[in-house]
């Protein structure tokens, strides 16, 4: 059974920071490709990151890229997310997923690529 686990989300200002995390249990996350997806008030889930088996490989959606950091945390079966320079739009349940396949960067910002999902992580950026 695999298990996926966010944390780190809370209350930043604009332009600040927060760093998310997501533990996976039940298998190593540099097995499949691990995604991470937001879910604002009021809109679609958005596929915003995504790290390759090996970490060498990454997107990011245009809204983020720049701006946040993606990084596999292989001795602690984990990924981390860093986010730079917050927004009130960044303002949105963060979740993370383990991917069902190998990664294809073509698609892995794509929801339809991922099996398994955390409960996610609120963020709030607000002054």
């Known amino acids: 059974q695999v298990k996926l686990v966010e944390s780190g989300g809370g209350l930043a200002q604009p332009g600040g920071s927060l760093r998310l995390t997501c533990t996976v249990s039940?298998?190593?996350?540099?097995?499949?490709?691990i995604g991470w997806f937001r879910r604002a008030p009021g809109k679609d889930l958005e596929g915003i990151s995504c790290i390759s088996t090996s970490g060498r490989n990454k997107d990011y959606s245009d809204s983020v890229k720049g701006r946040f950091t993606i990084s596999k945390d292989a001795a602690n079966n984990a990924v981390h997310l860093q986010m730079n320079d917050l927004q009130p739009e960044d303002t949105a349940i963060y979740y993370c997923?383990?991917?069902?396949?190998?990664?294809?960067?073509?698609?892995?910002?794509?929801?339809?690529?991922?099996?398994?999902w955390g409960q996610g992580t609120q963020v709030n950026v607000t002054s």
């Open positions: 039940g298998r190593r996350p540099d097995t499949y490709p």
């Open positions: 997923a383990l991917g069902t396949a190998w990664f294809n960067q073509a698609v892995c910002l794509m929801r339809s690529q991922y099996g398994d």
